[in-house]
């Protein structure tokens, strides 16, 4: 625990103004000769801009007493534990712990994911390890650059790791190095911060802590100048860990993981966002979210294993694309198909790949999707084992094929048997042997693309497509393509409460029946308070909000988080949370969560798509609880926090030309 203590005692000093020497975390003195001979450069200096917020999604109870490392591998994420010296892949919407393995040495810190390896900093014998996932086999290991790696992640091409084992008094800063995955380095930076901790990568930026600040940095790669900033949760952000969509903290103070949504506000010219949707293997997802944040040309690329679990719609509403493929059985194919028809309904864009594309069966995506043919490329079956590369190209003009000079699909080339294309489709692009590539289809007003081709790439597999040609850029010109318009004008925040003070805000509510705002709800989103509904005197809780004008919109999205019992009572069964909109006359339930269940000690963000109907000039909604009137029985709190309506306006849609090919 020396790094903890280092960290507090550099916390105090910053307070009290008091000038020190620090020593590095083990104890060593650090020889300022250690990076003779290296290229180290200053980190850009550029003012800190302003705090930008972001907002906690959840946090829940790390598994580890000792948390140092974190990192995500496509589908959960690990940790590492200095108490245990083991790593724990754990689920992160439960917080249970899937598999543990040993760690070699006896002071670990940052973890990172390559995409079929897990990578770990030791700090007391100075080395960076790879690891085998399965067992913790040891598969290969270097001495790390500097004398007290911690943080380490991997953008894809390089590891990076920061080291904060300096000898202050020798006046050489901390370092972070970005360095090959044999340990060769590449570049050497001044440490950003007090005390450089965890390192994330989200596909364009590198994301820093510093425990002596208690600061998240966004920095930019090219020379880790400051791009954003805010501060973390928790009092000791030890490692970061990046979904693909949200950022995750592990905190050695509060023993706590944090899942943040740090996205900005849309801007004109800005990037989709995509889900990629599949069901495969963690390091086979993570190939095909590499690839695609490779081009550049998204936001973010978030993997969702539809294994083990089928997307709500209003987790599907948060994307402007979604990639779907399978090579193992969905979780649920029927409600996968019915799910993403829809999407499909209410604008949302889909581009289907191998083998999701092409194969026949119940194994595909059924319900609406298979009864209301929303695919492009007929179903039938698979043709393989004989290497196919790009044929006739019907529109070298069209969006998807920009700058696609050559693709080769490898030895097994998986691809449609079928030579047809569905009724309505368009015919893009053809395989060498004239079967299909890239079909199009228009559903109503939206997009939708098969590629009949397997996304893994020759990095996850020798006989897949070849790395060396236009793979990549084929999914991300298809996924942008069939993208949902976005701009500056298109969603707007029509409606927020974070409840900041124990005063209920009557420019939000209207009608407010029993319910408080206080501080009994436990690590509320936007502490100190949240709303508080058990009940009392009423029999049932409730607040009304004003009426808001949603008859611009296009679409709406009510989110809110809420905690069962936290610091109150439990509730009791059928002392539910009812979240209701009024259509005039009477109430209409959109959400009930039950009371009988578990104690909450974490929020969870529920979000809520608003049918189309509410969509005018007179729109309300209501939280309420059911609970006891007595007041010599125990009470049935239920606490909510950051209640929002973020809504969408509709953009004026690109040109569509739907004579890009031989049609069907």
């Not at 790390?62 to 892949?89: F, I, Q």
């Not at 002071?107 to 994911?113: D, H, I, K, M």
């Not at 990076?160 to 590449?186: E, H, K, L, N, Q």
Request: glycine fraction near 10%; aromatic fraction near 8%.
């Amino acid at each position: 625990m020396e790094g903890r203590k280092l960290a507090l005692v550099s916390i105090v000093a910053l307070a009290t103004g008091t000038a020190f020497a620090r020593a590095d975390m083990k104890g060593n003195g650090k020889d300022a000769s250690q990076d003779a001979g290296r290229n180290v450069l200053a980190a850009a200096s550029t003012p800190l801009p302003a705090a930008s917020p972001a907002e906690l999604v959840t946090a829940m109870p790390s598994p580890c007493e000792g948390n140092s490392g974190l990192t995500w591998d496509g589908t959960c994420l690990w940790v590492s534990d200095h108490e245990t010296m083991k790593a724990y892949r754990v689920d992160p919407n439960t917080g249970a712990v899937v598999r543990s393995i040993p760690l070699p040495g006896t002071y670990p810190n940052g973890l990172a994911w390559d995409g079929s390896a897990l990578w770990y900093a030791e700090s007391d014998g100075d080395r960076i390890y790879k690891l085998d996932p399965a067992d913790g086999a040891v598969l290969f290991s270097f001495p790390s650059p500097g004398p007290g790696p911690s943080g380490l992640e991997f953008d894809g091409t390089h590891l990076w790791c920061s080291d904060t084992a300096t000898d202050f008094a020798s006046g050489t800063p901390d370092r972070i190095y970005c360095m090959t995955r044999g340990g060769a380095v590449v570049a050497v930076f001044d440490a950003i911060g007090e005390f450089p901790m965890g390192m994330a990568f989200d596909g364009r930026f590198l994301w820093h802590s510093d425990n002596v600040a208690r600061m998240i940095y966004k920095l930019n790669p090219a020379d880790l100048s400051i791009v954003d900033a805010f501060p973390s949760p928790g009092a000791y952000p030890n490692d970061l860990a990046w979904d693909g969509r949200y950022l995750w903290i592990v905190d050695n103070e509060t023993d706590r993981l944090y899942k943040l949504d740090v996205g900005m506000p849309v801007q004109e010219g800005s990037k989709p966002s995509v889900l990629l949707c599949g069901a495969n293997t963690p390091e086979k997802l993570t190939d095909i979210q590499r690839k695609l944040q490779g081009t550049g040309q998204f936001s973010t690329v978030s993997v969702m294993d539809v294994r083990d679990k089928t997307p709500t719609l209003a987790e599907l509403l948060e994307f402007d694309a979604v990639m779907v493929h399978r090579n193992e059985r969905y979780h649920d194919a029927t409600s996968l198909g019915n799910v993403m028809a829809d999407y499909v309904d209410s604008g949302g864009a889909v581009v289907c790949m191998m083998f999701e594309v092409g194969v026949g069966g119940r194994i595909m995506m059924q319900g609406r999707w298979e009864s209301g043919q929303y695919y492009a490329i007929p179903r039938g079956g698979q043709f393989q084992a004989t290497r196919a590369t790009l044929g006739t190209v019907y529109d070298p003009t069209h969006p998807i094929m920009q700058g696609v000079v050559a693709f080769d699909g490898g030895s097994s080339s998986y691809r449609p048997a079928s030579l047809d294309i569905a009724a309505g489709a368009v015919r893009v692009a053809d395989w060498s042997d004239g079967r299909p590539l890239v079909v199009t289809k228009m559903i109503g007003d939206t997009r939708r693309v098969d590629l009949g081709f397997y996304p893994v790439s020759s990095d996850a597999g020798s006989d897949l497509w070849d790395v060396s040609t236009d793979g990549a850029l084929l999914m991300a010109n298809a996924l942008t393509w069939v993208a949902r318009p976005h701009g500056p004008s298109t969603t707007a925040i029509v409606f927020e409460d974070t409840f900041p003070s124990a005063t209920i805000d009557t420019g939000n509510w209207t009608l407010v029946n029993g319910a408080t705002v206080d501080d009994a709800g436990m690590d509320e989103p936007s502490a100190p308070c949240s709303l508080r509904l058990n009940g009392y005197p009423h029999g049932g809780d409730s607040v009304e909000s004003v009426t808001l004008d949603l008859s611009s919109c296009s679409r709406a999205m009510l989110t809110y988080q809420s905690q069962r019992t936290g610091g109150g009572e439990s509730p009791d069964a059928d002392d539910d949370l009812i979240v209701e909109y009024s259509d005039g006359s009477t109430w209409v339930e959109l959400s009930r969560e039950p009371g009988r269940g578990p104690d909450m000690t974490v929020f969870v963000k529920r979000t809520l798509v608003l049918p189309v109907e509410v969509l005018h000039a007179d729109f309300r909604f209501r939280i309420r609880s059911v609970g006891t009137a007595d007041a010599s029985q125990v009470y049935d709190d239920w606490f909510v926090d950051d209640v929002k309506i973020k809504a969408e306006k509709p953009a004026a849609p690109a040109a569509i030309n739907s004579d890009d090919g031989p049609a069907n």
